[in-house]
């Protein structure tokens, strides 16, 4: 194998024949690459701003290959130094190619600052070859494939290629560690895809790459030109550029450049089929090929792969990684033409295995509780190997985790039992559940009497989700566990009730006064006496506390504050009845507090002391985090007493999971 070997020296080269000094500078890096041409690192005396990545005996590899395809190559960082990539350069240019890089030659880092440079600078050196190859005095002289042109780009530098994709001798894109996704940088945008005209190669260094997530945007954008996704899983930002022989990122990428500029198909199937026996380390997807192209998943198992703990008995997927990937699998019908993974808002193109089944792997969901779903042919279809929810309607979940919030994990703790409880309702006209928590001991302690709260689901659950997303009570084990809460009984009701007599009427909808007033009257005449009745309670308003979310919270509002001598203490968990819940333009109205709750603000103190604790919290990234905001304040400009928290999550069960942990450590002190 050949050794690592840098050389430096200026170089007045008089080419025989022709008299002309041209190369005044050059270098060997790798000993010149391990290729069939041993490679230079050359600055011309007619281009003294950039690098020429070239065999040394440019006229004899240009006769091996039929002339020599070109890669233009802006660097990281937009800089005018290439040193950094150098070895993936060099190795590139030792199978048989230009490659012209932004950026005199140094000898070394660190002996010249860098400065920044623009896109234009890729077309020029575009423009000097077609000069040197139609020039009977130059050594490049026929020996340019103009025909085969590359533009290629690490990090800020893939920015640059995008900023002059629409160049029409560019024949295909290498994008090194770098992605637009809905950034603007060095003259391109995300619009700037759309001037991209032929195939394109992403060669990633995986999640702790910081430009990952904008390549996976761009891969999804791409919708008109072949696009091919190669990712080295543990690459870092910086992939292989540092290794000898530029490592398998120079020849991933020469494998895309000798299949896409050569029309060597020996590498069609590493980013068709993911035929990745040579790339150790690396995953592959691609779309947009031909028919009779579609790309076929495959990923290297390292066995650190587990089932995430939402899959049912007989699933092995959805699959989490130790660092922080998931791998989603489904089954369509022979039929399908397209899957996608939705999850958290955003769509990811799934690909067929070789035994058929629908693939994908994203670098790492946000912690929590995330709802997903499959999209085939455009229908949504939830995971049947996930266990389901109901949000809106059956759902699947993935629980990612997060060691800040651990909290709601199950523990080697005493548990409490969580019990469906029914009832008859006048109310209502009909037999309806509640689901009620009891802490440990309740029954082997037939003496002791229990505080109670009733815990209220949102627009989009049913009783039993505080339990199977919320896992209200495996939060409230831990916390007695630690002795950081009271012992206390949970009660969890449906809390959309139509009144028997108008049962063919919908329940109310919106907020306002009355919207809560049927479940109201099932809360307050029905289940609180069944609960006082059947459980060992400690029935007084001292003892006895409302809270619930977004809906439940609003409804919690209303009820409660009504009713201070029922209810003693209330939690309200990122309602919109402050506001922030969008739609209709404009300005949004200013909550009215006084109108909703008349004496709220100017007979303050009297809820004060009615009330134990009045608690209100909202996501940091929840739309109805400033009109919460706003309402607290205003409740505090007018001396009412609040407990107010703010918790990492949007409109979602990762902040109402920590809203409630919180709001049971200041329950019934």
């Not at 194998?1 to 041209?22: E, I, N, R, W, Y």
């Not at 012209?100 to 575009?126: H, N, P, Y």
């Not at 509002?557 to 201070?564: C, K, R, S, V």
Request: proline residues 5%.
């Amino acid at each position: 194998m050949k050794k690592h070997v840098l050389l430096g020296f200026l170089v007045s080269l008089v080419v025989p024949g022709t008299g002309l000094a041209q190369v005044i500078n050059q270098k060997v890096v790798d000993g010149g690459g391990s290729g069939p041409y041993s490679a230079i690192a050359a600055t011309e005396a007619t281009l003294p701003d950039y690098v020429v990545y070239r065999p040394d005996d440019i006229a004899a590899a240009a006769a091996a290959e039929g002339g020599l395809p070109v890669l233009a190559f802006a660097n990281g960082g937009c800089s005018n130094t290439s040193i950094t990539h150098e070895r993936v350069l060099s190795e590139i240019a030792s199978h048989g190619y230009l490659v012209v890089a932004i950026g005199a030659l140094q000898m070394t880092r660190g002996e010249r600052e860098s400065a920044a440079t623009e896109a234009t600078m890729l077309t020029d050196a575009l423009d000097w070859l077609a000069d040197r190859n139609a020039d009977p005095d130059s050594e490049y002289r026929e020996h340019v494939a103009l025909d085969r042109i590359a533009l290629g780009g690490q990090s800020c530098g893939g920015a640059q290629i995008l900023a002059v994709a629409a160049d029409p001798r560019i024949d295909t894109y290498v994008m090194f560690n770098s992605g637009m996704g809905d950034m603007s940088m060095a003259g391109a945008s995300a619009e700037s895809l759309e001037s991209v005209h032929g195939p394109i190669v992403y060669i990633i260094g995986g999640p702790s790459d910081v430009a990952f997530a904008n390549a996976e945007g761009d891969y999804e954008r791409i919708d008109e030109v072949p696009v091919a996704f190669a990712d080295l899983t543990e690459g870092g930002h910086m992939g292989t550029f540092g290794e000898e022989y530029g490592g398998s990122f120079a020849h991933m990428a020469l494998a895309w450049l000798d299949w896409q500029l050569k029309g060597e198909d020996d590498g069609a199937p590493i980013f068709l089929e993911g035929d990745l026996a040579e790339f150790s380390g690396w995953t592959m997807k691609s779309k947009n090929f031909e028919i009779g192209q579609a790309a076929t998943f495959t990923i290297e198992d390292d066995g650190q792969w587990q089932t995430a703990s939402n899959a049912d008995r007989v699933s092995e997927f959805p699959k989490m990684h130790p660092d922080g990937r998931v791998w989603f699998r489904y089954e369509a019908p022979p039929t399908a033409e397209s899957v996608e993974l939705s999850i958290d808002g955003e769509s990811h193109d799934m690909q067929t295995d070789a035994d058929g089944l629908w693939n994908v792997v994203i670098p790492g969901a946000q912690p929590g509780f995330r709802i997903y779903s499959f999209v085939v042919d455009g229908v949504s279809i939830p995971d049947p190997g996930s266990t389901p929810y109901f949000m809106g309607g059956n759902v699947s979940a993935l629980e990612y985790p997060s060691p800040d919030d651990d909290f709601y994990a199950l523990r080697h703790v005493p548990h409490g039992d969580v019990r469906q409880h029914w009832f008859y309702s006048d109310v209502a006209g009909e037999f309806r559940s509640m689901f009620v928590y009891t802490p440990p001991g309740y029954d082997e302690d037939t003496n002791t009497r229990y505080p109670v709260v009733y815990l209220q689901h949102g627009g989009g659950e049913v009783e039993d989700e505080w339990v199977n997303s919320g896992r209200a009570n495996f939060i409230l084990d831990n916390l007695l566990a630690e002795g950081n809460a009271q012992p206390m009984i949970i009660v969890m009701n449906n809390g959309f009730v139509t009144r028997a007599e108008g049962a063919d009427e919908a329940p109310a909808g919106g907020y306002g006064p009355g919207f809560a007033a049927a479940f109201e009257d099932m809360l307050l005449d029905e289940v609180i006496p069944d609960v006082d009745a059947t459980y060992r309670t400690l029935p007084d308003s001292e003892h006895r506390a409302l809270a619930g979310l977004s809906m439940g919270g609003g409804q919690t509002f209303y009820i409660g504050l009504e009713n201070t001598d029922v209810f003693g203490s209330l939690g309200v968990f990122g309602s919109g009845l402050f506001g922030g819940l969008g739609g209709g333009g404009g300005e949004p109205e200013a909550f009215d507090a006084e109108a909703h709750i008349p004496g709220l603000l100017t007979r303050a103190e009297s809820f004060n002391e009615a009330l134990d604790l009045f608690y209100v919290s909202v996501g940091e990234q929840d739309p109805r985090l400033e009109a919460s905001t706003r309402a607290v304040e205003l409740f505090r400009e007018h001396g009412l007493d609040v407990e107010f928290g703010t918790f990492q999550g949007a409109h979602e069960w990762r902040t109402w999971r920590s809203s409630w942990f919180d709001f049971a450590q200041h329950l019934f002190q």
